[in-house]
């Protein structure tokens, strides 16, 4: 049974680990996201996804010299709560809508303040452009997809909270493209996710009492290589992920012509991932994603993500 | 080559006077003017009461003079606005932060609180002082919080 089910837990679960990326959200200030949907990977006609998170942030990696990490006396974490639905409205069409309950804690030697509010939505349009007619030693299954973030939440951009814990979202109206693939021979699975991103020009009237500001983010992209071992003795996978993101310098202006453009973003994901297939109904993911393994890094905060997902999936 | 070195010696010799002279008028201007209004023909200092520091609350007191009349210590003079607003805005990031608190002391004196930094790098402490929507002077205060913060 587990050498039948061998490479279907390993299409199944190295995607859900996919979604956990989303968890690992770099920054508070930032919102340097990448933008992995939870994709109907397997042969099912609907899921749902719970994910629960608690991120930390460790340090910081300037734009210039070296990454100064934060000492045990203040603490700067986010929970983050997913609820994510798919379903397929074609043979190969489908549809996908996420929703997070995010909780923002900000504590120092002088007080702890702390805000949850509802975070940004994002809806999903994928399609399975590759599908896997036969057996093939080494083409993957391939889908391509499009995704729009809603910015429901407030930015830092619009935070009126010490310690800025009201700012739990992009601020952006976003929208990405991108493909993931998946190949799984007997016990070993592979995915590769890339996606490119733009984020809209919006403004923010009298921003800290001054006059309109504009910003403009624009362009980004991600990328994960994920590979995954699993037991054949037990419906239980180890997985390991790799994912740099990459985000273009913001151009921030004012009305009366002020210009003042930041810098790019860098910051690499890495997470190691213990999956488990209880049915081909049900399963649950307990992950681990650290920026401080792999860089280089530049202009960002650095955390750490432990994750918890469970999901439900209806088969055809 | 001994009368170019003679000649360049000669030439360093006469120009340290002036950028001695020139280097310490500056200091004892910023001295006078750490943070200039021009336009309001202002003066401010800021003193940190709990420095700045990575991801913790930092404090500071802002003192206003007029330029003319003024010194660093005193008078003191309400900044000459309706409103003034104080922010910090982080350049290489292209956002600032959460609100920074501001009560006023006495006259001139006015206390920031709740200075919150949320990551290490360069800030600009930002300072307009505005009728309504419109500013009518600003000052920014360059900021750079990159070693490890303090317990």
């Given at each position: 049974?587990?050498?039948?089910?061998?490479?279907?837990?390993?299409?199944?679960?190295?995607?859900?680990?996919?979604?956990?990326?989303?968890?690992?959200?770099?920054?508070?200030?930032?919102?340097?996201?990448?933008?992995?949907?939870?994709?109907?990977?397997?042969?099912?006609?609907?899921?749902?996804?719970?994910?629960?998170?608690?991120?930390?942030?460790?340090?910081?990696?300037?734009?210039?010299?070296?990454?100064?990490?934060?000492?045990?006396?203040?603490?700067?974490?986010?929970?983050?709560?997913?609820?994510?639905?798919?379903?397929?409205?074609?043979?190969?069409?489908?549809?996908?809508?996420?929703?997070?309950?995010?909780?923002?804690?900000?504590?120092?030697l002088?007080?702890?303040?702390?805000?949850?509010s509802?975070?940004?939505?994002?809806?999903?349009?994928?399609?399975?452009?590759?599908?896997?007619?036969?057996?093939?030693?080494?083409?993957?299954?391939?889908?391509?997809?499009?995704?729009?973030?809603?910015?429901?939440?407030?930015?830092?951009?619009?935070?009126?909270?010490?310690?800025?814990?009201?700012?739990?979202?992009?601020?952006?109206?976003?929208?990405?493209?991108?493909?993931?693939?998946?190949?799984?021979?007997?016990?070993?699975?592979?995915?590769?996710?890339?996606?490119?991103?733009?984020?809209?020009?919006?403004?923010?009237?009298?921003?800290?009492?001054?006059?309109?500001?504009?910003?403009?983010p624009?362009?980004?992209?991600?990328?994960?290589?994920?590979?995954?071992?699993?037991?054949?003795?037990?419906?239980?996978?180890?997985?390991?992920?790799?994912?740099?993101?990459?985000?273009?310098?913001?151009?921030?202006?004012?009305?009366?012509?002020?210009?003042?453009?930041?810098?790019?973003?860098?910051?690499?994901?890495?997470?190691?991932?213990?999956?488990?297939?209880?049915?081909?109904?049900?399963?649950?993911?307990?992950?681990?994603?650290?920026?401080?393994?792999?860089g280089?890094?530049?202009?960002?905060?650095?955390?750490?993500?432990?994750?918890?997902?469970?999901?439900?999936r209806?088969?055809? | 080559?001994?009368?170019?070195?003679?000649?360049?010696?000669?030439?360093?010799?006469?120009?340290?006077?002036?950028?001695?002279?020139?280097?310490?008028?500056?200091?004892?201007?910023?001295?006078?003017?750490?943070?200039e209004?021009?336009?309001?023909?202002?003066?401010?200092?800021?003193?940190?009461?709990?420095?700045p520091?990575?991801?913790?609350?930092?404090?500071?007191?802002?003192?206003?003079?007029s330029?003319?009349?003024?010194?660093?210590t005193?008078?003191?003079?309400?900044?000459?606005?309706?409103?003034?607003?104080?922010?910090?805005?982080?350049?290489?990031?292209?956002?600032g932060?959460?609100?920074?608190?501001?009560?006023?002391?006495?006259?001139?004196?006015?206390?920031?609180?709740?200075?919150?930094?949320?990551?290490?790098?360069?800030?600009?402490?930002?300072?307009?002082?505005?009728?309504?929507?419109?500013?009518?002077d600003?000052?920014?205060?360059?900021l750079?919080?990159?070693?490890?913060?303090?317990?």
């Amino acid at each position: 049974m587990s050498r039948f089910f061998g490479p279907i837990f390993g299409l199944l679960l190295s995607f859900v680990v996919l979604t956990h990326s989303n968890l690992a959200q770099a920054a508070a200030c930032c919102g340097g996201t990448s933008a992995a949907p939870g994709l109907l990977t397997g042969d099912d006609t609907h899921q749902l996804t719970f994910s629960a998170s608690s991120s930390s942030v460790i340090g910081d990696m300037p734009e210039q010299g070296w990454a100064v990490y934060r000492s045990s006396s203040t603490s700067e974490v986010t929970q983050s709560f997913r609820f994510e639905g798919a379903m397929l409205v074609s043979e190969s069409w489908q549809i996908g809508l996420a929703v997070p309950l995010i909780r923002k804690e900000f504590t120092s030697l002088r007080g702890s303040d702390s805000a949850t509010s509802l975070g940004d939505l994002s809806v999903t349009l994928a399609h399975e452009t590759w599908p896997e007619f036969g057996y093939s030693a080494w083409i993957p299954r391939g889908f391509t997809f499009l995704s729009v973030n809603a910015p429901i939440a407030a930015s830092i951009y619009e935070t009126t909270r010490p310690g800025a814990v009201d700012a739990i979202g992009s601020g952006f109206w976003r929208v990405s493209a991108g493909a993931l693939f998946l190949k799984s021979w007997n016990s070993w699975d592979v995915s590769l996710f890339g996606e490119t991103h733009y984020s809209f020009t919006r403004n923010f009237q009298g921003y800290f009492g001054a006059e309109r500001l504009w910003v403009s983010p624009g362009w980004g992209m991600s990328a994960v290589l994920g590979a995954g071992w699993s037991f054949a003795s037990a419906p239980v996978r180890l997985g390991a992920r790799f994912q740099p993101i990459l985000n273009q310098g913001r151009n921030t202006w004012y009305d009366s012509g002020t210009h003042t453009p930041s810098a790019s973003q860098l910051v690499w994901n890495s997470g190691l991932d213990l999956s488990w297939l209880a049915s081909p109904e049900w399963s649950a993911v307990a992950a681990y994603t650290d920026q401080t393994w792999l860089g280089p890094a530049k202009n960002t905060t650095l955390s750490r993500t432990f994750a918890f997902n469970l999901q439900r999936r209806w088969p055809r | 080559m001994k009368k170019i070195a003679f000649l360049t010696s000669a030439w360093l010799a006469a120009l340290l006077p002036v950028t001695g002279f020139s280097f310490e008028a500056q200091q004892q201007k910023q001295a006078q003017c750490p943070i200039e209004f021009k336009k309001v023909g202002q003066c401010a200092s800021i003193e940190w009461r709990v420095a700045p520091k990575i991801d913790a609350y930092a404090e500071a007191t802002l003192k206003f003079w007029s330029k003319k009349n003024g010194s660093p210590t005193g008078p003191f003079e309400n900044p000459d606005c309706k409103q003034l607003a104080v922010s910090l805005w982080m350049p290489s990031m292209g956002h600032g932060t959460s609100p920074i608190r501001l009560t006023i002391r006495e006259t001139g004196i006015i206390d920031a609180t709740k200075i919150y930094f949320s990551m290490a790098g360069l800030w600009d402490l930002k300072i307009l002082l505005k009728n309504g929507n419109q500013v009518l002077d600003q000052a920014a205060v360059p900021l750079s919080l990159t070693g490890k913060h303090e317990n």
